[in-house]
């Protein structure tokens, strides 16, 4: 069986995320969304809600699973017996700070390939902040992001 793991913090989970799973998952039987504790970032969500909002994006995708982590990606990565790590690029400015990670994680898991796939053009701007910030400031993100996560956010900004 093919798995790949797909990691972010997803804080909350974008429509550029979506597409980097509509697109993959058609390569591998079965793709596991890593939910990661980024140490460097104040989230808004917890890692349950997070996941909780990928599992209802992904419902019309059938082999896609959940999980939060913390800890070494590569060692989450092994214990999961996966063949390969997703990496969604935007523009060129993702680039150097993704192929620093593949380096990193090759060093870790020689065995486990980084695919980095393209974003769709009208996604690459979009950013799990920069949604959350627009959201904050009364804007309409609704081409965004999924509706639960629309919905998240409306929720949990009412709240702040
Ligand atoms: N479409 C839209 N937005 C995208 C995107 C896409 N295809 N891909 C990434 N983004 C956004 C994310 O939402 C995020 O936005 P934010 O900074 O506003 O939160 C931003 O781009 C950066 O994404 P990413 O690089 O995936 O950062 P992350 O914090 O979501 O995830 C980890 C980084 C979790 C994968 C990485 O820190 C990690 O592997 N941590 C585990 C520890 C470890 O093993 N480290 C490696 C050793 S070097």
Do not use: Q
Request: hydrophobic share 45%.
């Amino acid at each position: 069986m093919r798995i790949a793991v797909y990691p972010g913090s997803f804080d909350p989970v974008t429509n550029g995320h979506i597409d980097i799973l509509n697109k993959t998952s058609k390569l591998f039987d079965k793709i596991i969304v890593a939910v990661v504790h980024n140490v460097t970032k104040t989230a808004l969500f917890s890692l349950e809600e997070r996941s909780r909002m990928i599992i209802e994006s992904t419902r019309h995708l059938d082999n896609i699973e959940v999980e939060c982590f913390n800890g070494l990606l590569a060692d989450f990565v092994t214990g999961k017996d996966a063949c390969a790590i997703i990496r969604g690029l935007r523009t060129v400015n993702d680039f150097e700070y993704e192929m620093h990670m593949a380096w990193y994680n090759k060093i870790f898991v020689p065995d486990v390939e980084t695919i980095f796939v393209i974003s769709n053009s009208n996604n690459i701007f979009v950013s799990s902040s920069g949604v959350k910030e627009a959201a904050l400031l009364g804007g309409d993100v609704s081409s965004l992001v999924p509706p639960v996560v629309k919905k998240g956010l409306e929720h949990k900004l009412s709240k702040l």
